[in-house]
């Protein structure tokens, strides 16, 4: 019988790329992948354990929490404030920053983490996932403050999802490619089943909510429209569209087999005074780290999102990424209708 790689081995195995390294990036990934393992079980009993629902609270967005929701968030918090590693950790379901309780060590990372993204599609049984992303604290810094957050997404040394799907599986990447691990229920052990993964160029499946067509801007709209009229249109063949509405299932299908997600900025998000629906340090840089990794793009339609150089800590942002001829497409529509405004 052949046991394969366990995500175990394989992180040992990075830290050895680095003959400085301490270890303690190490247990920290090893801390991430025990919570996701955990909230993976609370997922997987859902009606069982009268864990889905609404809790009656709000987060900082004003969005409705679901009560697993806030689980995966505490779960997510206990896994990883003890073990030393972080100097502190920022959620999109708090408000501030997670400052660690005192009686715990200061460690050299922080950690940023959307702990139970689609939360939509927990009461119907439809995945959803974890994203979390890892930066250096910087030098010095022993009480992070908001500001301490605030770097572009360039700067994640590492960023991964958890997926509860059919199976869980957990994609990550230091920089170094991407790999995907499932879940062995029997053993309990995440094992390498998807290593090197890389996204098409090409793709004729695209991701979008269409119900807010009315509201995109002109470039968008162009390109849908012409998506739409497949064969008989500019494009010349047919395109095939998907919406889970959970990002990480959503990303992690185009990680599979190519396509382009687009949450793009719109009349009804702009009313808001929002920059766009999507969060830029829980789901826009993780994600997009991965997916440029795996050899496609990532940009608002008018810049890499990795680029963007952070405002606030809840900042949100439009997100057009996937197979990179698809993107780039996006991208020079968008280019084209600045210069002819
Ligand atoms: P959440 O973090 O509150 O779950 O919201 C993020 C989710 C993404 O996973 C998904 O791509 C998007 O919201 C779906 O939005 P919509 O319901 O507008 O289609
Ligand atoms: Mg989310």
């Excluded at 206990?78 to 200061?106: D, F, I, K």
């Excluded at 599609?121 to 439809?126: A, G, M, S």
């Excluded at 979008?208 to 709209?221: A, H, L, Q, V």
Aim: aromatic fraction near 8%; proline fraction near 4%; charge should be negative.
């Amino acid at each position: 019988m052949h046991i394969g790689t366990s995500i175990t081995q394989y992180i040992i195995e990075e830290e050895r790329r680095y003959s400085d390294a301490t270890g303690d990036f190490t247990s920290l990934l090893n801390d991430i992948v025990i919570a996701c393992k955990v909230i993976s079980n609370a997922v997987n009993h859902g009606r069982l354990a009268g864990v889905l629902g609404s809790a009656d609270t709000e987060n900082v967005q004003g969005e409705t929490q679901k009560k697993l929701d806030v689980i995966s968030n505490e779960l997510f918090l206990e896994c990883n404030e003890w073990t030393g590693h972080l100097a502190a950790m920022a959620s999109e379901e708090m408000e501030e920053v997670y400052q660690l309780p005192e009686q715990y060590p200061r460690g050299r990372y922080l950690l940023v983490f959307d702990p139970l993204d689609g939360s939509s599609n927990i009461d119907v049984n439809i995945s959803v996932g974890t994203i979390f992303s890892i930066l250096r604290c910087p030098q010095g810094t022993t009480d992070p403050t908001e500001a301490d957050f605030l770097q572009p997404g360039t700067q994640q040394v590492c960023a991964g999802y958890a997926l509860y799907g059919s199976a869980t599986m957990m994609v990550l990447t230091t920089g170094h490619g991407v790999n995907g691990f499932t879940l062995d229920q029997s053993i309990g052990e995440f094992t390498l089943t998807h290593p090197g993964m890389e996204i098409p160029a090409d793709t004729r499946e695209f991701a979008i909510n269409m119900s807010n067509m009315r509201f995109w801007e002109p470039p968008m709209k162009r390109y849908i429209e012409e998506c739409l009229v497949g064969r008989d249109g500019p494009r010349g063949v047919d395109f095939n569209m998907r919406w889970v509405a959970s990002m990480v299932a959503d990303v992690h299908r185009i990680l599979c087999r190519g396509g382009i997600f687009m949450y793009p900025m719109d009349a009804k998000i702009e009313a808001k005074g929002q920059g766009g629906k999507l969060r830029l340090l829980y789901e826009a840089n993780p994600m997009s780290f991965i997916v440029e990794q795996a050899g496609g793009l990532s940009s608002t339609g008018r810049r890499r999102i990795l680029e963007v150089q952070p405002e606030a800590l809840h900042q949100r942002i439009p997100v057009i990424l996937g197979s990179r001829h698809e993107v780039g497409r996006v991208v020079d529509y968008h280019t084209e209708a600045a210069e002819t405004a």
